[in-house]
């Protein structure tokens, strides 16, 4: 159901609010540059400092501006499983494609709570949803085995995988088979991941280089490995600079780089360091991007 790269938006803040107007925008160049897909409230929309009225508004706009054109998947975690439940039932209401679920964090359940967390959720929605494994945000992962009982769960349609770990993606596409969509979370590793078996990513770095993510995507996909080498190590300059610092902020600098939006953070993230926003700054000259 989702496949090739989608983007995991930004957020662009004006004066301590929701930006509409670059919002709209970004969606529009997005779309025109050939994304596959858009993830709103993710990680990289800095989802965790947004109101709840803030979280639907955003969805609601990205929904709105797409008009059908690809599909829309929000973010809609929580590590209380009633929170999560009513999130991704407001964007069910709203009109969303999906919806991403990170594990739940900080809490720290078993892989039994893990499972129950995410079939409770399945069993309340009718919306197709994708599974998030981030250790390093979440303190807890998702296990091959797990995944694997959850594939049974109809509603369940994928999982964004980033734990890091290519042993960890081996053992789930193969226990998984065609029955999850596995999309890299990490940008740098999806052509490995595609040439397991994956189905494509849920990119930061398609904030930036859209055409150039979709077509790593799409070549790999089909096979044609030889060109997305080319376009993987042309991009993996800006992969590692956009995680030199804690993800949205390089991420929010590279954007306001290219006049789409204000470098504006929600506390307690702030803007780049001097001498960081300065290498990122070369690496992008360095791509003709700015």
């Given amino acids: ?132 494994n981030i250790p390093g945000r979440t303190a807890s992962n998702v296990l091959p085995e797990t995944f694997a009982r959850l594939a049974e769960i109809e509603n369940i349609v994928g999982v964004k995988e980033a734990s890091g770990s290519m042993d960890q993606i081996s053992d789930i596409i193969h226990l998984c ?25 849920i990119t930061t770095i398609g904030n930036v280089m859209p055409r150039d993510i979709h077509n790593l995507a799409h070549a790999a996909a089909a096979g044609n490995f030889e060109y997305a080498r080319e376009v993987h190590y042309n991009m993996l300059p800006l992969m590692r600079a956009l995680f030199v610092e804690t993800n949205p902020i390089p991420v929010k600098q590279a954007v306001a780089f290219m006049g789409k939006c204000a470098n504006e953070l929600r506390m307690p993230l702030v803007p780049m360091s001097a001498s960081a926003a300065e290498k990122l700054d070369l690496v992008m000259k360095e791509l003709h991007l700015i």
């Fill in 1 to 132: 159901m989702f496949s090739g790269a989608l983007t995991a938006s930004i957020t662009p803040f004006r004066d301590g609010a929701v930006d509409e107007r670059a919002l709209r925008d970004f969606i529009e160049w997005q779309i025109a540059e050939g994304i596959d897909g858009l993830v709103a409230c993710g990680s990289t929309g800095e989802s965790a400092t947004l109101t709840h009225a803030e979280h639907e508004i955003v969805i609601k706009i990205t929904i709105e501006q797409v008009n059908k054109r690809v599909p829309v998947i929000a973010g809609t975690g929580s590590n209380a499983t009633a929170e999560a439940i009513r999130l991704t039932r407001a964007a069910q209401e709203l009109g969303a494609d999906g919806a991403l679920l990170v594990s739940p964090y900080y809490n720290k359940p078993t892989q039994e709570g893990i499972f129950r967390h995410f079939r409770t959720i399945a069993q309340a929605v009718d919306l197709p949803l994708v599974v998030y």
């Fill in 177 to 201: 088979g065609d029955r999850l969509a596995i999309l890299s979370g990490d940008d740098a590793l999806t052509l490995p991941l595609m040439a397991l078996g994956g189905k494509g990513v």
